[in-house]
């Protein structure tokens, strides 16, 4: 079994009991949530912070589904197609396509009020970049996600059977003696019933961690979204797919060179509504480069911002609405009118400065059509998953409908009797992974824009990858490195998160040689179907947990296969500890991701 070891952190002092365990609260976990509890199966959710921090409360544009007159699931299919780039799983698609209508208007009978064109009329649907058809149904106009969060926070309180766990950060995956899933560990942080590291034990776990922003320097992403699934994932053996496809969404608040973290999005409804890109003479610079336009898929927009902007030296561009009026600004974009004015800026008069940021994780752990990742009684949905719905670039607005459908069908899945009981939690076989201090995260977000952002290249991306191996190094306290591990705590835990995040995403990024997607690489600028019609899976080689007795040494190789193989650029050592787990760290967080590559069927 594969895997690496969890991370350091004390034994757990406390455990509850639960038939399913949702890790996050947006529209995927508290949708898990709330459909797990209404077949009667003891739902604990487990998040990070609030109920409503996440991506989910920011998004603004809205959820895609084919509501309006005239327009079918086939039509959102093929945009959905043409946006994934050759990558997409046509099942998956036309699964989210399909049951997307009903999920939406699940959504609404659970409580959430859309914006309709008339008092009791229909919904007001509107069009985003890459659609065909207006199919975007959005809420108090630019709020969508604001008022789903609300919606399904209200519907869980006081859900008999739903029980939640706020400030609590999910550590790693427990697993019995046969492999399977058996739980969680989580720290919770501040005085309740329980505090410090605990567990819960369940024979079903949901991950629901949202994405991975956080990993570069600028993003759309809330603090909360580092990567947290993706890397417990990777350390419990479970494959990870397609993590290259990071969508720079293309007009994001130009804050100045060096901002970092989060920054306000200005959405794609605002050129669905007819702003237009310019340059800082006024020229439309998108027309020509593409049918749509301003309305091209993202990575398009993206790409057109950069090439335009490299031409001219600068590294930002501007998004003119203001024929919109005063009126129309207050009324459809009330958010980000107040996010512009509160950085000085008033798009009723001013061009907005916009620059891309990290946006949207199209890959991440793998699942079938029912959630289940490759780990037993481990499901996965959100955007911590890769079902196969975007392939190498996301459709704007399918992500939260995504969360709705692949939620719902987890709980389905999971429907009474659901899983066997899981037996005992029992040691893994890895030693625990050393930390990395809270003051290497900037340092990894500068390294990842500058080395695997909009533009990457092979010269780049060997400079990341050197880079954050060095910090892995300096972690484990190798000879030679200067620093030592870590003290156990969130800051630690989720920069190691964030760090072996980042390996991974630089290694597929590193191999994927062409442009495809969202995925730009300067030196291989066209996409190349022959080759790389192929998604890239990622696992962590090592021992892992579940394998009782194993000696801990995560191998330095990977073997080839028909396919093609390639291991990552580092070599780890490791000894095998009992349960509880010492804490007794590998030689180095840099255990070897192996890159395995499939075909696109
Ligand atoms: C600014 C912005 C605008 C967007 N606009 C749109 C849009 O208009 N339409 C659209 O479809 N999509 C949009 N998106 C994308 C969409 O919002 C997200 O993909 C979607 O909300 C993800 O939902 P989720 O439930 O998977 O994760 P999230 O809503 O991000 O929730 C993740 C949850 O996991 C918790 N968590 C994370 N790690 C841990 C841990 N270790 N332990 C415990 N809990 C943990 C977090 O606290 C949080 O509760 C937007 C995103 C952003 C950032």
Known sequence: ????????????????????????????????????????????????ARLDDGSTRWAQGGIAAALGEGDTPEQHCADTLEAGAGLCDEEAVRTLVTEGPRAVRRLIEAGARFDTSAPD???????????????????????????????????????????????????????????RTAGVTLHVMGEGRHDGVGAVHAPAVVLATGGMGQVFAATTNPAVSTGDGV?????????????EFVQFHPTVLYLGPDAEGQQPLISEAVRGEGAHLVDADGVRFMEGRHPLAELAPRDVVAKGIMRHAAALGTDHMFLDGRHFGAALWEHRFPTILAACRSHGIDPVTTPVPVAPAAHYASGGVRTDLHGRTTVPGLYACGEVACTGVHGA??????????????????AAALRRPGP?????????????????PAEARTEIQRV????????RSDASLREAAA???????????????????????????????????????VQAALRREETRGCHWREDHPERDDDRWRRHLIVTAAGPGAGTGTGTGAPTGTAADT??????????????????PPTVRPTASTAFPPVVTEEQQQ
Do not use: Y
């Open 231 to 243: 890397a417990l994932a990777l350390r419990a053996g479970a494959e990870v797919a397609d993590l």
């Open 467 to 505: 880079r954050l191996s060095a910090l892995a190094g300096e972690a484990a306290g190798t000879p030679g490195a200067s620093g030592k591990p870590a003290e156990p705590g969130v800051e630690s835990w989720e920069t190691t998160n964030l760090h072996l995040v980042a390996r991974v995403l």
């Open 562 to 579: 028909s396919t093609g193989t390639s291991t990552g650029t580092d070599t780890g050592t490791g000894t095998g500890t009992g349960f």
């Open 1 to 48: 079994m594969t895997g690496a070891g969890p991370l350091t952190a004390p034994e757990p002092g406390w455990s509850i009991e639960a038939d399913v365990v949702v890790v996050g609260s947006g529209v995927a976990g508290l949708t898990a949530a709330l459909r797990c509890a209404a077949t009667g199966a003891r739902t604990v959710v487990v998040t990070k």
């Open 393 to 410: 670039n996301r459709l704007a607005s399918n992500s939260l409908l995504e969360g709705l459908v692949f939620a719902e069908r987890i």
């Open 448 to 455: 990842m824009t500058r080395g695997a952002g909009v533009l």
């Open 420 to 436: 066997a009981p899981a037996g005992r939690p029992v040691p893994w076989a890895a030693g625990r992974t050393p930390l990395l």
């Open 121 to 179: 009329g229909p919904l007001a649907l509107t069009r985003e970049g890459g659609h065909h058809r207006n199919r975007i149904a959005h809420a108090g106009g630019d709020a969508t996600g604001a008022e789903i969060s609300r919606a399904l926070v209200a519907a869980i309180r006081g859900r008999p059977g739903l029980r939640t766990v706020e400030n609590a950060l999910v550590l790693d995956l427990l697993r019995d003696a046969a492999g």
